[in-house]
């Protein structure tokens, strides 16, 4: 079972990044996904996460409204969308793909986790 993101990158602030998670192995339908990320000396943090058919999208506070997550299930693929990007939102990046339909947004209840992907914003 593998998670592979991708997507990240050096962006200058304002600007957009579509991170991708693609799944291997196994097919996620069934599962919720989400997106966490972790900045250098911090712990991983919840950004966004999505249920079994692509709803229920949460956020974290400090991304609502700049940031999209989605999914397409015949893909086995999630997708964020990130726009008007800060520099605080440099970070790697982690895609996880949780056994339960909904994962919440706690590190814990995700059990599947891909490489990371790095996101770099300039001020």
């Known amino acids: 079972v593998q998670l592979q993101a991708s997507g990240g990158g050096l962006v200058q602030a304002g600007g957009s990044l579509r991170l991708s998670c693609a799944a291997s192995?196994?097919?996620?339908?069934?599962?919720?996904m989400g997106w966490f990320r972790q900045a250098p000396g911090k712990e991983r943090d919840f950004v966004a996460g999505?249920?079994?058919?692509?709803?229920?999208?949460v956020y974290a506070d400090s991304v609502k409204g700049r940031f999209t997550i989605s999914r397409d299930n015949a893909k086995n693929t999630v997708y964020l969308q990130m726009t008007s990007l800060k520099p605080e939102d440099t970070a790697v990046y982690y895609c996880?793909?949780?056994?339960?339909?909904?994962?919440?947004?706690?590190?814990?209840?995700?059990?599947?986790w891909g490489q990371g992907t790095q996101v770099t914003v300039s001020s």
């Open positions: 999505i249920n079994w058919r692509g709803g229920g999208a």
């Open positions: 192995g196994r097919t996620f339908s069934n599962n919720g």
């Open positions: 996880a793909a949780s056994r339960l339909a909904w994962g919440g947004d706690e590190a814990r209840t995700y059990q599947y």
